[in-house]
């Protein structure tokens, strides 16, 4: 069973930082790109950070860049997400995705909390 975890989220004042885990099981995602994705109250699931599986590039969501950095490690078959200078509108639930090879996001984490307070 392919199961994506996410950890490391909480409460944090305006301008300090988390750091986000993704830990997959069930198969490999050498190849595959993860992603993280959030979701604030009321309003639809957006996209913040992704990173390949060959090659590691990065590609970012305009209201994260220079704040966020994605990681991942493919022989622990994790994925982070660094989140510096946090603000009150980065709270959300983040959530975990893995894309399929040449396909959509087809797995899903269950989530984490983050909440910024100001």
């Known amino acids: 069973q392919v199961q994506l975890v996410e950890s490391g989220g909480g409460l944090v004042q305006a301008g300090g930082s988390l750091r986000l885990s993704c830990a997959a099981s069930?198969?490999?995602?050498?190849?595959?790109?993860l992603g993280w994705f959030r979701q604030a109250p009321g309003k639809e699931r957006e996209f913040v950070s992704s990173?390949?599986?060959?090659?590691?590039?990065?590609s970012y969501a305009d209201s994260v860049k220079g704040r966020f950095t994605v990681s991942r490690d493919n022989a622990k078959n994790t994925a982070w997400l660094q989140m510096n200078s946090l603000k009150p509108e980065d709270t959300a639930v983040y959530y975990c995705?893995?894309?399929?090879?040449?396909?959509?996001?087809?797995?899903w984490g269950q989530g984490t909390q983050v909440t910024v307070s100001s």
């Open positions: 990173i390949t599986g060959i090659g590691g590039s990065t």
């Open positions: 995705a893995a894309k399929a090879l040449g396909g959509g996001w087809i797995y």
């Open positions: 069930g198969r490999t995602f050498t190849r595959n790109t």
